[in-house]
C-alpha cells in the first residue's frame, strides 16, 4: 500500500544551524512529491514540489528537497534555520494513476523547534 | 483572488446534531477535497471530487456527505455527530493532479 513516513516526530534545532527532515515514501510508481509547511492554528502552504525532471528542487523561503529513487526519499532541507521556520511539516505522495489520481498521501508530520 | 475559503473557523457541536462544513475556491479548480486532521496522524482524506457533478470516497468517509453542484462549492455534511469526529478539518482544491491549495481549517468538537 501506499504510504509516507517521515522517522521524526520532534526535531529541535538552534537558530543559524542546518535542518534535515526525512520523508520516505512506498508508491508502485514515480510519484509526485511534496513538502507542506504549517504554522499552528493555520492552514498548509507548499513550500517545493518535484513532479519530474532535476531532482533537486528549490522551494520557498530557501527551503531544498532531493529525490532519491533509489532510496524511495524525498528529503527537506535548510543551510540556516531561523525563528520563524518552527512549525510543522508534512510531506506528501501525489498519486499519479488510477481513479485516485491527485490524492495526497501525507505523512504524519515533523514537528521543528527552533531554540535561540 | 481569495483561494480557498472556509467557514465556519470554530464550532461546537452535541452528539447526534448535523452540520454542514462549507468550503468554496474561486481558482476555477476543478479538483475540490476535504481532509481531516488529528494531533499526531497527518491528514487523512474524506472525500474528493474531480469535477461539478462528481465525488467519491477518499480513506475515512464514514460519518460523512457531501455534494458538489457547483465547481466554486464543496460542502461537507455531517449527520450524527459523534466525538470520534472531533477534528480539524481542510478543505483543498487543485487544477487537476497539480498543487493542492488549502484553505484555513475549521475546528470541530463535538460534545
Known amino acids: 500500500a501506499q504510504s509516507v513516513t517521515q522517522p521524526d516526530i520532534h526535531i529541535t534545532v538552534s537558530e543559524g544551524a542546518s535542518l534535515e527532515l526525512r520523508c520516505n515514501y512506498s508508491?508502485?510508481?514515480?510519484?509526485?512529491l511534496f513538502w507542506y509547511v504549517q504554522s499552528p492554528g493555520q492552514g498548509l502552504q507548499l513550500l517545493l514540489k518535484?513532479?519530474?525532471?532535476?531532482?533537486l528542487v528549490q522551494g520557498i523561503k530557501g527551503f531544498e528537497a532531493e529525490f532519491k529513487r533509489s532510496q524511495s526519499s524525498f528529503n527537506l532541507r535548510k543551510p540556516s534555520v531561523h525563528w520563524s521556520d518552527a512549525a510543522e511539516y508534512f510531506c506528501?505522495?501525489?498519486?499519479?494513476?488510477?481513479?485516485?489520481?491527485?490524492?495526497?498521501?501525507f505523512g504524519k508530520g515533523t514537528k521543528l523547534s527552533v531554540k535561540p | 483572488n481569495a483561494g480557498v475559503t472556509q467557514t465556519p473557523k470554530f464550532r461546537i457541536l452535541k452528539i447526534g446534531q448535523s452540520m454542514t462544513l462549507q468550503c468554496a475556491q474561486d481558482?476555477?479548480?476543478?479538483?475540490m477535497y476535504w481532509y481531516r486532521q488529528d494531533p499526531g496522524m497527518g491528514l487523512k482524506l474524506i472525500y474528493y471530487?474531480?469535477?461539478?457533478?462528481?465525488?467519491d470516497k477518499g480513506e475515512v468517509p464514514n460519518g460523512y456527505n457531501v455534494s458538489r453542484s457547483t465547481t466554486e462549492d464543496f460542502p461537507l455534511r455531517l449527520e450524527l455527530a459523534a466525538p470520534s469526529q472531533t477534528s480539524v478539518y481542510f478543505c483543498?482544491?487543485?487544477?487537476?493532479?497539480?498543487?493542492?491549495?488549502f484553505g484555513p481549517g475549521t475546528r470541530l468538537l463535538v460534545l
Open positions: 483543498a482544491s487543485s487544477y487537476g493532479v497539480e498543487t493542492q491549495y
Open positions: 508508491y508502485g510508481a514515480t510519484p509526485y
Open positions: 518535484y513532479f519530474s525532471g532535476d531532482t
Open positions: 506528501a505522495v501525489g498519486e499519479t494513476y488510477g481513479g485516485s489520481q491527485g490524492n495526497l498521501i
Open positions: 481558482m476555477n479548480h476543478n479538483y
Open positions: 471530487s474531480v469535477g461539478a457533478g462528481i465525488t
